[in-house]
């Protein structure tokens, strides 16, 4: 029988720690890694140039910035879900995204993911915190979703089978859609299932993204029913190239054989099955398939140049084996977005299960003889069908049947979208029970038409943007902390010059001056105004000072004015406000990399070398970040030491 039961997993982890309390006005960190730059846009595929252009992000609102971990680890228990049967045992995080740590196939005693031994944020997801291992849930946009490291609900729910099933789900609010991940094991079967909907509630379309990357050991060769592949790296290029051999006779389908981080999208044909393996040098692997709305596929690889092998130890342990990501997604590439018309849904099946090939044949310089034979075994444990018949008496019997036990609690913002919509959402619920501190002023503007104001001397709750809460706010009494959400819903509509006149009101009348003051300082430096942005910076970081806004504030402000005064060539003024930040947030490795900065632009090169050769880590260095090496490469022409190279590309 198949069962369902929670568990405790312990695990080395770095506590996330808390947001960052400043709005995510600008646009993601690290966005332009993925970009594609206008020569190459316009020699692609039109369909796929318009997936590529559609409704890029402007900021990452109304989800905050999580920045507030560091890399020291302690033992940590972890609350999970185990799904098992006779053949399989899925270990699922539900407070960490869902993530399925672990997929242990007992006839053989594999492991079939990539199994991270410790829990290491790093700022990979779009909001930051994000961590390494096992099979995850992207939705949202081109990137690691922002609940990388947020919890969702979880509940038994009645699979097809009749048997137990996990239904994972949440509000994604980048693009404010629900989904649901339900996963089961039927009696017997050597394969995970997962049943995945995203649905738009709105009358509006909106563009939808989904990605479901699965970590896998390097030492594979990764297989997918295609000829060609779209090669995307950290030089923003998009080049369609043959697989497995380059050029320049490199096998592409290993991992091992890359220089450099790359991602290869394989050009899937019109109507071949859907899938994607890993196999080891004995055969043995993981393979993923899916019904055809999953479409496309794709490897990524870190390749073995000193920027990648340093990131992947920065994401575990020293001394612990590489991964490689084997990825499913809706579109040919994870640059496209498709548009999901309003009231209208995606949804499909994916299953993950063991394979054993011929290494002779899935392992051999014949690319066609090799896909073949992966195929066939493929067919036999699970034929196609099977795969589609499954997702027919799932969709049709089981979506949308109620929990029956709830397992875990998300976030109340699905609660409160229900609240304001009044959307009927059969198999997810999301019950005002869910309600938190978070969403009760805005229950309240719902309930009353009053947004009210955070208590005496604290600092601003947490906004909402989408356009029937600007609609309240611009009709609700215009006091400071309203014009401070309603010029943020202003600014992530694109209406700039609105949400600077709603901040510019709010500040004549504000006691605590610094939220105002920040998004000020924003719409400055965006507008290319640098100098007086860095003032307004400084100015904030001096009110929460006098209002006492705590160490997680004067951190956040200190940090975007110091660097904000060093870039308009204030080191001066840089030193005066460094000296006011507390000793603790100093010592933290972001600190001591801005410090190596700031001595340079004092002159001061040997105490911005000695701070280097003192060692320092900054916890939330964005992925494809070089700014440590062009730090460093100002200093000496020595070559970059192996702890600060986290370079992506080609120098």
């Known amino acids: 029988m198949t069962i369902v039961r929670r568990a405790v997993l312990t695990l080395p982890a770095a506590p996330l720690g808390p947001d960052n309390p400043l709005p995510a006005l600008r646009a993601p960190a690290g966005a332009g890694a993925h ?47 185990v799904i098992e049967n006779d053949r399989l045992r899925a270990t699922v995080l539900p407070g960490l995204g869902g993530r399925v740590h672990s997929l242990h196939h007992k006839p053989t005693g594999r492991e079939l993911l990539y199994r991270n031994p410790v829990l290491q944020p790093a700022a990979f997801a779009l909001n930051g915190a994000w961590f390494s291992g096992g099979i995850e849930w992207n939705i949202g946009a081109t990137g690691h979703t922002t609940l990388s490291c947020s919890p969702l609900h979880a509940a038994v729910v009645r699979a097809p089978d009749g048997g137990p099933m996990l239904r994972l789900w949440e509000w994604e609010r980048l693009r404010d859609l629900p989904f649901q991940v339900d996963l089961w094991l039927p009696e017997g079967s050597d394969f995970l299932y997962a049943g995945v ?98 479409r496309g596929r794709k490897l990524f690889l870190w390749g073995t140049g000193r920027g990648g092998r340093r990131r992947q130890e920065w994401l575990t342990e ?77 969709r049709e019997g089981a979506a949308d049947a109620g929990p029956e036990t709830v397992l875990a609690t998300g976030s109340g913002w699905g609660a409160l979208e229900v609240l304001r919509g009044g959307h009927e959402l059969p198999g997810t619920p999301f019950p005002e029970s869910t309600l938190g501190p978070d969403q009760e002023p805005w229950r309240e503007l719902l309930r009353t038409g009053v947004l009210p104001p955070p208590a ?157 050769d003192e060692g320092f880590e900054v916890a939330d260095l964005r992925e494809g970040a070089e700014v440590l090496g062009e730090v460093w490469a100002e200093l000496t022409d020595e070559p970059l030491p192996d702890a600060y190279e986290f370079r992506m590309r080609p120098s």
């Not at 498709?338 to 090939?357: D, K, M, N, T």
């Open 35 to 81: 970009a594609v730059d206008a020569r190459t846009l316009a020699e692609l595929p039109r369909d796929m140039a318009r997936g590529i252009g559609r409704a890029p992000l402007r900021s990452l609102l109304p989800v905050p910035v999580r920045d507030g971990y560091g890399r020291e680890r302690t033992p940590v228990d972890l609350d999970t879900i």
């Open 197 to 294: 909907r995203v649905r738009n509630p709105h009358e509006r379309p909106v563009p939808a993204y989904w990605w479901s990357n699965t970590a896998v050991p390097e030492e594979r060769r990764v297989l997918a029913p295609a000829d060609a592949a779209w090669h995307h790296g950290y030089e923003r290029g998009l080049n369609r190239l043959p697989v497995p051999v380059a050029e320049d006779g490199t096998d592409r389908s290993y991992p091992l054989n890359g220089t450099h981080a790359a991602d290869y999208f394989y050009d899937l044909p019109e109507g071949w099955r859907r899938w994607i393996a890993a196999l080891d040098a004995d055969g043995h692997g993981l393979v993923q398939t899916s019904t055809d709305a999953l």
């Open 318 to 394: 020293p001394g612990t084996p590489g991964y490689a990501e084997i990825q499913a997604g809706l579109a040919r590439t994870q640059l496209e977005h498709l548009e999901l018309a309003g009231g209208a849904e995606f949804s499909w099946l994916e299953a993950y299960g063991p394979l054993a090939a011929d290494p002779a044949a899935a392992l051999g310089d014949d690319w066609a003889a090799a896909r073949a034979d992966v195929e066939a075994r493929l067919a036999a444990a699970l034929p196609r069908a099977d795969v589609d018949a499954a997702y027919t008496a799932w």
């Open 456 to 612: 005496k001397g604290a600092g601003p709750g947490a906004p909402l943007v989408a356009a029937p809460w600007r609609d309240m706010l611009e009709t609700a009494p215009a006091d400071p902390s309203t014009e401070y959400h309603l010029g943020i819903a202003q600014w992530h509509a694109g209406d700039r010059a609105q949400a600077v006149r709603s901040w510019e009101r709010g500040l004549h009348r504000a006691e605590v001056r610094w939220p105002l003051l920040y998004c000020l300082a924003v719409a400055d430096r965006e507008e290319g105004h640098p100098r007086r942005a860095a003032e307004r910076f400084a100015e904030a970081f001096a009110d929460q000072a006098d209002h006492d806004g705590g160490e997680l504030v004067a951190a956040a402000l200190g940090r975007e004015a110091v660097e904000a005064l060093l870039a308009t060539g204030r080191p001066g003024p840089a030193r005066e406000l460094w000296a006011r930040l507390p000793d603790e947030v100093r010592e933290r490795g972001a600190f001591r990399f801005l410090e190596v900065r700031m001595l340079l632009a004092e002159g001061r090169t040997d105490g911005a070398r000695a701070v280097f």
